[in-house]
């Protein structure tokens, strides 16, 4: 059974920013392709960045292109989410688990039917 410690959430202005973290545990962390989900009340959880397990594949929703920015460090075990410039849009709680993907982009991205856990997720909130 896999651990995830997401972190750095919080209330932010509009425009503002936030680095979320997720510590992983439990797994092989450096095979795992990993990505950050965010979840909005009433709203499905929806993958919006992904990170390859060598780091070299990179996924970001349309969403949130150009503003979040993923990235790891196998020698931690954590993934982190840079998010700037951010909306009232961005509110939800934000996950990270593993993900379905390749290093050298030869499969695309997706996600697993069903996952056998989460972490607690964080909060954040965009004011306007």
């Known amino acids: 059974q896999g651990l995830l410690a997401e972190s750095g959430g919080g209330l932010v202005q509009a425009g503002g920013s936030l680095n979320l973290s997720c510590a992983a545990s439990?797994?092989?962390?450096?095979?795992?392709?990993m990505g950050w989900f965010r979840q909005a009340p009433g709203e499905e959880r929806d993958l919006v960045a992904a990170?390859?397990?060598?780091?070299?594949?990179?996924y970001y929703a349309d969403a949130v292109k150009g503003r979040f920015a993923i990235s790891r460090d196998n020698t931690k075990n954590t993934v982190y989410l840079q998010m700037r410039s951010l909306d009232p849009e961005d509110t939800a709680v934000y996950y990270c688990?593993?993900?379905?993907?390749?290093?050298?982009?030869?499969?695309?991205?997706?996600?697993?039917?069903?996952?056998?856990?989460w972490g607690q997720g964080t909060q954040v909130t965009v004011s306007s």
């Open positions: 688990n593993h993900v379905l993907g390749s290093d050298d982009g030869s499969t695309g991205w997706g996600v697993f039917r069903q996952y056998d856990y």
């Open positions: 439990g797994h092989p962390f450096s095979s795992l392709h």
């Open positions: 990170i390859s397990s060598g780091g070299r594949n990179i």
